[in-house]
């Protein structure tokens, strides 16, 4: 196997799946919450955090690449926080790149829970409710497992998009190898160097992959829909 | 304002195109009706009942305060002690039968057995049901789990909403025999919220008239079966509520006896034991009045009585006729023209001539 790609390009394989794990892993905990208030709010608020939240799926990934590649240096607020905290700058560096790929895709893994926590309505808290369960209890007992399939998909759609994202990564990775470099800028930096079969079974590898996990939440969505009248 | 354990509601709730304003003192025990057309406000008068709804006001059930909102009072709908059946079952679709019926059960304070459960499971039929995913029950399955559900909590006040409406013809048929059950074995409080006055009449105890929001009248159900407000909503389907008590039965003619009201009616056999006091239900346009008792006419129900009331009713034709028959009452529907005919009058004797037919046991 290790003959079929590089070493260089397996040391990419494996940071771009440490960095999606763990981003979806952090999404689905910040997302839930999220999508949560929007289902539920009725502040006049609601409109401007969905926007922001969906903003990283218009804005391009330069524009997005470059403000928190922005905020993440010196002069920034992410990056004065995390001097403050001592854990200096995040830029060109893994945490860097995590940090970014909370932000680039976010909205994949807020809006399928939102839809799911929207589709079940009001009626099954209220029923929580008449039970004795506190909020807190009902959304953990109710709530959570009827959006199941909302948060695989949340958690699917992001690990991908993840995986997938480059004008991001390079814009504040910098592609260095075994720190920031991962499939996508690989696969480009295949090309620039006219490795035309390497990049080409990397390319092939991330096709195939995203083509499964679509595979796979169209058949949570159909089980969805047997699940929820 | 008493303190025994009746509930006493006095509440205020305005939404953009609706406003409920509602003073009520409902019994301790039995099933109280909430009844009226559809808008009238008795699903949002249950919704705050149960704390789903937040109105101005008080509500005390048995002394205890669960909304007082000149003090800033409100208890949230998770501590009442309550039982709340939806229209549709809403059971959880991520629980089977036994974790829905668990889920309440669980989280009531009181330390209790699991024996306590099955009493419940027995009351409603659904021991067998327990293992199964709730998607696999049919409507009346659903809606019988749901009732455990809420009865599994252990509720002080049980609040039913149009249970039986989002069933066809022939689940209704299946699921209010054990409404009927249920009534005869429960001991607190039932605010019951319909439309229909087939349930009205097979459930209630306490009638509660809702129209646009406000209370428009309420008393126990035989003296509101013949309350004009009532009469007037429920037009056609007019007609008294009794009790009576089966004395004899004809197995041949698939027919049985009971007494009411000074008189023996012959009613359908219905397989009731004799001795057993059941509910009655006469139509008042299937009763006629006549002055006498005519001879070779295939009806067969006499009562005798005297006109208490004539009041005008639906169609200016009709006259709504109130007969005092022993210690019950009797209305018919007769025209104006007959009355005249007849020379009948308020205090006038008459014979109630009713179809055996419709008498509903």
Known sequence: ?229 | MSVDASLSIQIALSRKDFALKVELELPANGISVLFGPSGSGKTSLLRCLAGLETPTGTITLAGERWLDSARGLSKPTWKREIGYVFQEASLFEHLNVEQNLLYGFRRSSHSVQRGELDSTLELLGIAHLLARPVQTLSGGERQRVAIARALAARPKLLLLDEPLASLDLARRKEVLPWLERLHEALSIPVVYVTHTVEELARLADFVVLLNQGLVQASGPLDSMMYNHKLALSIGDETGIVGRGTLIACDLQNHVAQLSFAGARLWVRDQGIAIGTVVRLRILARDVSLALTVPENSTIQNYIQGIIESVQAFVHPSQALVRVRCAQDVVLATVTHRSLNRLGLNVGSPVWCQVKSAALIV
């Open chain 1, 1 to 229: 196997m290790t003959g079929f790609v590089s070493a260089e390009a397996w040391e990419a394989i494996g940071l771009s799946l440490k960095l999606a794990g763990l981003s979806t892993f952090v999404l689905l905990i910040l997302a839930t919450p999220i999508a949560w208030w929007l289902s539920q709010t009725q502040s006049p608020w609601r409109s401007v955090v969905a926007a922001l939240v969906t903003l990283p799926l218009v804005l391009p990934p330069t524009v997005l690449g470059f403000y928190i590649l922005i905020s993440l240096g010196p002069q920034g607020w992410l990056g004065q926080l995390t001097q403050s905290l001592g854990l200096g700058l995040l830029s060109f560096s893994f945490s860097g790149l995590l940090i970014g790929a909370l932000i680039f895709s976010l909205p994949f893994a807020v809006q399928p829970i939102q839809y799911a926590f929207e589709a079940m309505g009001k009626r099954p808290m209220e029923v929580a409710a008449t039970l004795r369960a506190r909020p807190l209890d009902a959304f953990f007992s109710v709530a959570l497992p009827l959006a199941k399939p909302g948060l695989l998909t949340a958690a699917v759609l992001s690990f991908a998009h993840t995986l997938g994202e480059f004008g991001v990564i390079l814009m504040i990775g910098g592609n260095i190898p075994g720190q920031t470099r991962v499939v996508s800028t690989q696969i480009y930096g295949h090309v620039e160097a006219m490795e035309y079969a390497q990049a080409h079974r990397l390319a092939l590898g991330m096709l195939v992959f995203s083509f499964l996990a679509l595979m796979m939440i169209v058949r949570l969505k159909s089980r969805q829909e047997r699940v929820l009248p």
